[in-house]
């Protein structure tokens, strides 16, 4: 993706904010999946604690460096992506 928001404000009149990474022109969310018998398989994203920039749900991002460690690696090492993204920054503001 190249930007996602998150809905700040209080309910009944929430807005949005987008934000894109500084230095990649694009990223992923961090997710993880699982077969489910005879249904769809069920699939979620990764968050982690908000930054400066995020102050609600940071999702675990992956960029272009990053991304195929998030594939391939084991959780162990894996694990080490989960954490705020520092080269955030807020593109429209709510």
């Given amino acids: 993706m190249t930007a996602f928001c998150e809905w700040t404000g209080e309910k009944k009149s929430k807005r949005k904010a987008w934000f894109e990474l500084t230095d990649e022109p694009l990223f992923a969310f961090a997710g993880i999946w ?55 920054s807020l593109l429209q503001a709510p």
């Fill in 34 to 88: 699982r077969p489910a018998e005879g249904e769809r398989p069920r699939y979620a994203f990764l968050t982690t604690d908000p930054n400066e920039t995020v102050g609600t749900v940071m999702p675990v991002l992956l960029s272009a460096e990053t991304g195929s460690l998030g594939l391939e690696a084991d959780w162990n090492e894996a694990k080490k992506l989960v954490s705020p993204f520092s080269q955030l």
